[in-house]
């Protein structure tokens, strides 16, 4: 798809994944925005006290109840550190039989204690009961919180952990590495959960027409498309009338997007169709756009199927395929499908244009480079395949540190903008390299530049709004712009999903979850969706908090 649609890739630019940072600045971390690999802690318990009663000690006087607590809470700490926790377990009981109810602080340690000797026997069950009687007993007890969000993650009630380790990460001003990476690990679980129901149930929104153009610019040799183009419209008033494809087509050429899928669906009924094919490809690339992925992969498939099928639209049904794969998570499928495109058509660029772009989102980025090459050297007069192949080179650079080389990327794209002057995307996307070097100023004045070409173009709005926040700190100027996008194009899942951060940021969290909820609804691939429910529910943990807690969030810092 094209760049300026929203971002070439999830790891460039302002991909959805660094966008998100501002939710997690405020909740713990977006979800997918932290990649490391941390070491569970031996689980440990509260040894503080405030009267320790030593063993060998001389009593003077019979114990009061705190202090009888208090020693059979150090004998449970000696066992549990032996591994005696079916014993340890005992001895934090009777602390809480004999402890005062007015102790409450103390009464909090012996619970989370027995809850962390009933986590050792993975007792998810009596850790989760204890740890809330112990955060009944201190609101802001981190141990118990901490311990209670992991309880409810072995235990699947993720939106409980989730706002659980969002207290702990507030609480400890988000400087504990641990708690926020478990952050990450619960919203992006809670996210794919939340995502696989509502997929299954979506209702299917027809994108922009600004979004449809953008995605069939990315291809230059797509058959369908293609036979659409202004010389081909006189010989299709040859063609019947009454054909669905040639409605179809008809359609498509007029942007009259809603009933395509049906007209297709019609001439596929058709006993003799001439056109089974092509209605085909076209009816599985709709049903791509419209997010019903099993009926477009049901289509491409027996697309394929058909020996005598023109071998371009194969290669375009094996490119698109390859992508859905790609969006399913099936990498190797998906460049199975391109590895079978180059064998049967081996001179499409498109199909070198697009596995550039996946190779691009895998960080493969020599691999990326080679196949844009490969896509301008057979189509040299393609002038996005040119502007995809500068900001590869750009990626590449990045990754090799290479100043004088980044420099030489940049350059080129000032060579082919020269070159393909009318070309929005190649704005937008120098755009996105200069922001990146930090040159916010000279990267405005290109993005300006791909507005005046595509003024309907609803993203470039967005990515010159998140500019803004980063270079002036104008989060009323970013949120004016990122709404003009909106007014231009209603069902920009982007801008919805950007202008709920900027509304976390200022505290406006029931208007946030109300833009999120929003994106949801226009959300099309399931991994997207996955994303926007981790923002949602960061928010919603958020607000959860703020009522039950009574705790006050920090202001998020802009982007």
Known sequence: MAASSKSVTDSAGWSKWHIAIAVGASVAVSAGAVYYISKRRKSKVDSEATTTVKSNSVAIGPQTPIEKAQAAKNKGNKLFKGGKFDKAIECYTEAIEVCPLESKSELATFYQNRAAAYEQLRNFELVEDDCSRAVELNCRYTKALFRRAKACEQLNKLQQSLEDITAVCIIEEFQNHNSLIMADRVLKVLGAQRASEAYKNRTAVMPSRQFIKSYFSAFSEDPVFNSISVEEKEKDETEDASSGYEKAKEMLRSHDYERIVDECTKELTQANSSHLSEALLLRATFYLLLGKGELAMEDFDQLLAIA??????????????????????????????????????????????????????????????????????????????????????????????????????????????????????????????????????????????????????????????????????????????????????????????????????RGNLDTAIQLFEKAISLGRTEMELSHLFSLYEAAKAQTALQKKLGIQLPAAPLF
Not at 418 to 430: S, V
Not at 448 to 472: C, F, M, S, T
Request: with cysteine; net charge negative; proline share 3%.
């Open 308 to 505: 005598e099928a023109d071998k371009r639209l194969k290669a375009n049904a094996l490119i698109k395929r390859g992508s859905l794969k790609m969006q399913q998570g099936d990498q190797p499928g998906a460049l199975a499908d391109f590895q079978l495109a180059t064998e049967l058509d081996p001179l499409n660029s498109d199909v070198f244009h697009h596995r550039g772009q996946l190779n691009l989102l895998m960080d493969k980025g020599e691999e990326a480079l080679n196949d844009f090459k490969k896509c301008v050297e057979i189509k040299n007069d393609f002038p996005i395949a040119h502007v995809q192949k500068c900001y590869t080179e750009y990626r590449y650079a990045l990754t090799q540190q290479g100043p004088a080389q980044i420099q030489t990327a940049l350059k080129t794209f000032d060579d082919i903008l020269e070159r393909f002057p009318g070309c929005a995307e190649g704005y937008a996307l120098y755009g996105q390299a200069l922001y990146d070097q930090n040159d916010l100023e000279k990267a405005d004045k290109y993005f300006k530049k791909a507005l005046e070409i595509e003024p309907d173009n609803a993203n470039v709005y967005v990515h010159r709004g998140l500019l803004l926040l980063q270079w002036k700190q104008d989060i009323e100027a970013a949120a004016k712009l990122i709404n003009k996008a909106i007014e231009i194009d209603d069902r920009c899942e982007f801008a919805y999903e950007t202008l709920g951060t900027i509304e976390v940021q």
